[in-house]
T-cell receptor, first 113, second 112 residues
Framework: NAGVTQTPKFQVLKTGQSMTLQCAQDMNHEYMSWYRQDPGMGLRLIHYSVGAGITDQGEVPNGYNVSRSTTEDFPLRLLSAAPSQTSVYFC????????????FGEGSRLTVL | GNSVTQMEGPVTLSEEAFLTINCTYTATGYPSLFWYVQYPGEGLQLLLKATKADDKGSNKGFEATYRKETTSFHLEKGSVQVSDSAVYFCALRDNYGQNFVFGPGTRLSVLP
């Protein structure tokens, strides 16, 4: 029962470095998404995808890229990390209907120095 | 647009006390409603859900009823335990789009 798997769990970057947060799910979910969680801000949607080859922006997309080449994988790329991107990132997936709940990964804590 | 409002807390209760966390929403159409729980250092887990008006979701002693007339989905538990200490998020998923909207979360601390 793997569910949603995120890697790495912890990462420290320097300003300007790039990196990719990996996300994979084994539930054959069409819908996948990335959130960031900051103190006092709740969860904010970064990008989402409703199927392979389809991605769209959420509430806070700037500084992040995504792609969806397969149903299983939905990586999040930081092109040039900034201290404002220090956060905890969660990947989540769901059935592609309006009653399906989100299944979350365990989170990735990113610090940008 | 869609939105979820919930009491932000923190809420501090003694063990065996009654818990209510209020949640109200604004949405077009007929959204599905959810409560998620986040224990320290972990991701969010689904606690319960309701997909249509008057439905009651329940799990682990927690309950919430989908009230369309008051656009509310308040979370209740009759007797909280120390192990219930966590952050609770109310959320909706509308039936026009695909995305979820989360409330800001309510931190609950239960003291022995």
């Amino acid at each position: 029962n793997a569910g949603v798997t995120q890697t790495p769990k912890f990462q420290v970057l320097k300003t300007g470095q790039s990196m990719t947060l990996q996300c994979a799910q084994d539930m054959n979910h069409e819908y996948m998404s990335w959130y960031r969680q900051d103190p006092g801000m709740g969860l904010r949607l970064i990008h989402y995808s409703v199927g392979a080859g389809i991605t769209d922006q959420g509430e806070v997309p700037n500084g992040y890229n995504v792609s969806r080449s397969t149903t299983e994988d939905f990586p999040l790329r930081l092109l040039s990390a900034a201290p404002s991107q220090t956060s905890v990132y969660f990947c989540a997936s769901s059935r592609d209907d309006d009653t399906g709940e989100l299944f979350f990964g365990e989170g990735s804590r990113l610090t940008v120095l | 647009g869609n939105s979820v409002t919930q009491m932000e807390g923190p809420v501090t209760l003694s063990e065996e006390a009654f818990l209510t966390i209020n949640c109200t929403y604004t949405a077009t159409g007929y959204p599905s409603l959810f409560w998620y729980v986040q224990y320290p250092g972990e991701g969010l887990q689904l606690l319960l859900k309701a997909t249509k008006a008057d439905d009651k979701g329940s799990n682990k002693g927690f309950e919430a009823t989908y009230r369309k007339e008051t656009t509310s989905f308040h979370l209740e538990k009759g007797s909280v335990q120390v192990s219930d200490s966590a952050v609770y998020f109310c959320a909706l998923r509308d039936n026009y789009g695909q995305n979820f909207v989360f409330g800001p979360g309510t931190r609950l601390s239960v003291l022995p």
